[in-house]
T-cell receptor, first 111, second 115 residues
Framework: GQSLEQPSEVTAVEGAIVQINCTYQTSGFYGLSWYQQHDGGAPTFLSYNGLDGLEETGRFSSFLSRSDSYGYLLLQELQMKDSASYFCAVRDLDSNYQLIWGAGTKLIIKP | DSGVTQTPKHLITATGQRVTLRCSPRSGDLSVYWYQQSLDQGLQFLIQYYNGEERAKGNILERFSAQQFPDLHSELNLSSLELGDSALYFC??????????????FGAGSRLTVL
């Protein structure tokens, strides 16, 4: 079956670094994506990893290890505006190549 | 503004009724996706269209149907509404998408409340 696991909630302090992990189980792998969603807002694409390694986009980085079926999103120099839910998503063969989404990690940032 | 337009933004209706949600994809995008998000839940994929053709179906109820028109806008029809259908319905679009896509651009969503 298909499944993605990510922590339901993470708390961090403004200015700090936080890592949100995602493990997945899929049949056929076509990349790991990360999306950000503020309360009441729309999901916004953050990052994509198709191959192993680290992808960096400003304060955000995403990592993938296909052999471990594992990835993470790293957020540096946390700002209050980073308070949001973060979703990992994987494209899956069994779901006809559609994105399968994790349940989301709520990031709470304290001043 | 993401470029994906959804209407209406909010909709309140009664059980047993029928509603239509509308989506215009970002200019140049051929694929449209519909997702349902219940309170504090993840996104559930409903259906995808690519250039007018249905490409993939997810957990879409038989009471729900969708279509994509020649101008590429899409409509999601929800009928015989139940209380449990109350949710945020998102439309997303992508440039690629004949076989899905990793990068989706989402609209602001339509919040449906069934009373």
């Amino acid at each position: 079956g298909q499944s993605l696991e990510q922590p339901s909630e993470v708390t961090a302090v403004e200015g700090a670094i936080v890592q949100i992990n995602c493990t997945y189980q899929t049949s056929g792998f076509y990349g790991l994506s990360w999306y950000q969603q503020h309360d009441g807002g729309a999901p916004t694409f953050l990052s994509y990893n198709g191959l192993d390694g680290l992808e960096e986009t400003g304060r955000f980085s995403s990592f993938l290890s296909r052999s471990d079926s594992y990835g993470y999103l790293l957020l540096q120099e946390l700002q209050m505006k980073d308070s949001a839910s973060y979703f990992c998503a994987v494209r899956d063969l069994d779901s006809n190549y559609q994105l399968i989404w994790g349940a989301g990690t709520k990031l709470i940032i304290k001043p | 503004d993401s470029g994906v337009t959804q209407t209406p933004k909010h909709l309140i209706t009664a059980t047993g009724q029928r509603v239509t949600l509308r989506c215009s994809p970002r200019s140049g995008d051929l694929s449209v996706y519909w997702y349902q998000q219940s309170l504090d839940q993840g996104l559930q994929f409903l259906i995808q269209y690519y250039n007018g053709e249905e490409r993939a179906k997810g957990n879409i109820l038989e009471r729900f149907s969708a279509q994509q028109f020649p101008d590429l806008h899409s409509e999601l029809n929800l009928s015989s509404l139940e209380l449990g259908d109350s949710a945020l319905y998102f439309c997303a679009s992508s440039v690629e998408g004949y076989s899905g896509a990793n990068v989706l651009t989402f609209g602001a969503g339509s919040r449906l409340t069934v009373l």
